[in-house]
DNA sequence: GCGACAG
DNA sequence: ATCTTGTCGC
C-alpha cells in the first residue's frame, strides 16, 4: 500500500520530538472509517533482549468474523532506542517498511500502544495513522499519561481516560471482566468512541482485542523460529 | 531536585 | 519489550 514520506527518520529525540509537535495539529478525531469495514489489521514488533533486530509483524483479520484471513512480516534494524513518549521513531520505520510491501490496504489498523493518549498528543497510532492514511487505533496495555477512575468489573465496561487540563485522550477500557483495563485512544481519522467500540468488537477471549493479540503471535513465532 | 515513563 | 517458575483465581 501506498504511504507517505512526511520526514526524515533518522533523528535525534529531541528533532524527534519538534516533529510530533509539528505533526500533532494534523492528526484527526473525525471518523473516516467506511460504513462497513471488512477488513482490519493489527500489527506489533517483537525484538530480543540486547539485539537491534526487530521483527515486524502484520495480521489481516475478517472485521465481522476476527477470522485471520492474511498475515506478512518483515525482519529488519531498530535504529532507534526505545524513548518513553518516542515509541514511533523506534518501531515506525519498520512497520511503514512492512505495510508498504502489502497488496492491499485495510480499512483500521490496531496498534500496540497510544494513539492520542501522550505528552505531545501523538503516540504510535496517531504517527502510523497520519503516515498511511488509514483509520488507527491506539491500544496500550498500561498507562503514559493522563488519569482515570476505575471502570466497572464487568467485560464492556468503559471510563474517560483525561489530560491534566480535563481534555479527553482517550478510554479505558475492560475487555475482559476482572482484568486491568487496556487504554484505548484514537490514532487518525476516528473518534474517542467509536475507537472504544471497535476495540470491544475485535476483543475476543483475551484482554487484548484479537489484531494486535495475534499480530504479537505472530512476530514472536517468527523471531523464536529464525535461527540467527 | 524528584517521580513518571507506551514498547 | 524480554527474561523466566511457580502460583493464585475464575
Not at 8 to 37: G, H
Request: with cysteine.
Amino acid at each position: 500500500m501506498r504511504v507517505k514520506d512526511l520526514h526524515p527518520w533518522d533523528v535525534a529525540p529531541k528533532e524527534a520530538r519538534r516533529i510530533q509537535e509539528q505533526l500533532a495539529p494534523k492528526v484527526s478525531l473525525k471518523n473516516k472509517l467506511r460504513q462497513n469495514p471488512k477488513l482490519i489489521a493489527g500489527c506489533d514488533i517483537s525484538t530480543s533482549r540486547f539485539s537491534k533486530t526487530g521483527y515486524a509483524g502484520v495480521v489481516l483479520l475478517d472485521a465481522t468474523t476476527l477470522a485471520p484471513v492474511d498475515e506478512f512480516h518483515l525482519k529488519g534494524e531498530l535504529g532507534f532506542p526505545y524513548v518513553p513518549g518516542l515509541l514511533s521513531f523506534r518501531e515506525g520505520p519498520l512497520l511503514i517498511e512492512l505495510f508498504r510491501q502489502m497488496p492491499t490496504a485495510p480499512d483500521l489498523i490496531f496498534f500496540d500502544g497510544q494513539g492520542l493518549a501522550h505528552p505531545r498528543r501523538f503516540g504510535l497510532a496517531c504517527h502510523m495513522g497520519l503516515v498511511l492514511g488509514v483509520p488507527a487505533i491506539g491500544v496500550a496495555k498500561s498507562l503514559l499519561t493522563g488519569t482515570f477512575a476505575e471502570p466497572g468489573t464487568d467485560k464492556g465496561a468503559c471510563s474517560p481516560l483525561l489530560a491534566e487540563d480535563g481534555s479527553r485522550l482517550g478510554t479505558a477500557v475492560r475487555t475482559r471482566t476482572a482484568c486491568k483495563p487496556v487504554f484505548v485512544s484514537p490514532g487518525h481519522a476516528i473518534d474517542f468512541e467509536t475507537a472504544a467500540a471497535w476495540t470491544l468488537r475485535a476483543t475476543g477471549k483475551y484482554r487484548i482485542p484479537e489484531p494486535t493479540r495475534l499480530a504479537h503471535s505472530l512476530v514472536n513465532r517468527v523471531r523464536k523460529s529464525d535461527a540467527g
